[in-house]
T-cell receptor
Framework: DQQVKQNSPSLSVQEGRISILNCDYT??????FLWYKKYPAEGPTFLIS?????DKNEDGRFTVFLNKSAKHLSLHIVPSQPGDSAVYFC?????????????FGKGTKLSVIP | GAGVSQSPSNKVTEKGKDVELRCDPI?????LYWYRQSLGQGLEFLIY????????KSGLPSDRFSAERTGGSVSTLTIQRTQQEDSAVYLC??????????FGPGTRLLVL
């Protein structure tokens, strides 16, 4: 049973436009959420995170939105750049439980078209 | 500073052989995690070390898998009697502030 779901395996966006990557979760115990970006043959790179006490966190071109009632989060990239083309993973943890193991979605492959 | 490093970067082995995968975490990071990513799947948690506490082994898929962390730094993941379904990318991550984990490049394991 997948606790973190990324229902879109791929997404194509024109350069300069907004990219919106979505993630849904089922475990209401999750209280910390992260987005990672992964290029081929490299490990995931941390992008941005959000605690369940917030509903928005912004860092430069990247903004993560959290809707706890819907158990949904999204990553917005504005403006999208060709270098953003990668696989994006959503991850969640029950940080207050002290283990911090991350549960990942299967990823969304973003292609930014010049 | 140096990031998380893993070795070897690629490993091809025959079914039934044992393999050891190594992880060097970021200096000063107290927490270390192992994950694996099978083809077409997300990352799957395997094991977590925090300081001198007993490791959280809840993600290990079978008793053929074990890991140790010596001196609170380097970690070795051992897979005994490898099976073809063990083929995956094995990723190590470390963290200081436990919520944000930083990943190494991974070891690509292929069991023939």
């Amino acid at each position: 049973d997948q606790q973190v779901k990324q229902n879109s395996p791929s997404l194509s966006v024109q350069e300069g436009r907004i990219s919106i990557l979505n993630c849904d979760y089922t475990n209401s115990m999750f209280d910390y959420f992260l987005w990672y970006k992964k290029y081929p043959a490299e490990g995931p790179t941390f992008l941005i995170s959000i605690s369940s006490i917030k509903d928005k966190n912004e860092d430069g071109r990247f903004t993560v939105f959290l809707n706890k009632s819907a158990k949904h989060l999204s990553l917005h990239i504005v403006p999208s750049q060709p270098g953003d083309s990668a696989v994006y993973f959503c991850a969640a943890s029950v940080a207050r439980a002290g283990s911090y193991q991350l549960t990942f979605g299967k990823g969304t492959k973003l292609s930014v078209i010049p | 500073g140096a990031g998380v490093s893993q070795s070897p970067s690629n490993k091809v082995t025959e079914k039934g052989k044992d393999v050891e995968l190594r992880c060097d975490p970021i200096s000063g990071h107290t927490a270390l995690y192992w994950y694996r990513q099978s083809l077409g799947q997300g990352l799957e948690f395997l094991i977590y070390f925090q300081g001198n506490s007993a490791p959280d082994k809840s993600g290990l898929p079978s008793d053929r898998f074990s890991a140790e962390r010596t001196g609170g730094s380097v970690s070795t993941l051992t897979i005994q009697r490898t099976q073809q379904e063990d083929s995956a990318v094995y990723l190590c991550a470390s963290s200081f502030h436990a919520e944000t984990q930083y990943f190494g490049p991974g070891t690509r394991l292929l069991v023939l």
